[in-house]
């Protein structure tokens, strides 16, 4: 049964961090693309990062977010810093290989003060 539970979300006020983590079983990690997405309210999911063999990231959180794979434990990791209010969103883990996505439930993340 493929599993991906995301945690780590919460309330932080602007310029503060957090890290989502994000735990994957039920399939050949190694093989797949690991992706996070967020959704905030009204909008449609965005792509913020991507990691397979090199990493994607979305123009607005290039130097504030950093994503990371422990292929041993089978996590993904979003380190965010310098939250901005715009960043608050449900964000979501994703594996990906070919035709076949994995998402996770989601983690809520607000950035207010």
């Known amino acids: 049964q493929v599993q991906l539970v995301e945690s780590g979300g919460g309330l932080v006020q602007p310029g503060g961090s957090l890290r989502l983590s994000c735990a994957a079983s039920g399939f050949t990690f190694s093989g797949y693309t690991m992706s996070w997405y967020r959704q905030a309210p009204g909008k449609e999911r965005e792509l913020v990062v991507a990691?397979?063999?090199?990493?994607r990231y979305a123009d607005s959180v290039k130097g504030r977010f950093t994503i990371s794979r422990d292929y041993a434990k089978n996590m993904v990791y979003l380190q965010m810093t310098s939250l901005k209010p715009e960043d608050t969103a449900v964000y979501y883990c994703?594996?990906?290989?070919?035709?076949?996505?994995?998402w996770g439930q989601g983690t809520q993340v607000t950035v207010s003060s």
């Open positions: 994703k594996a990906g290989r070919g035709f076949v996505n994995y």
């Open positions: 990691i397979s063999g090199s990493t």
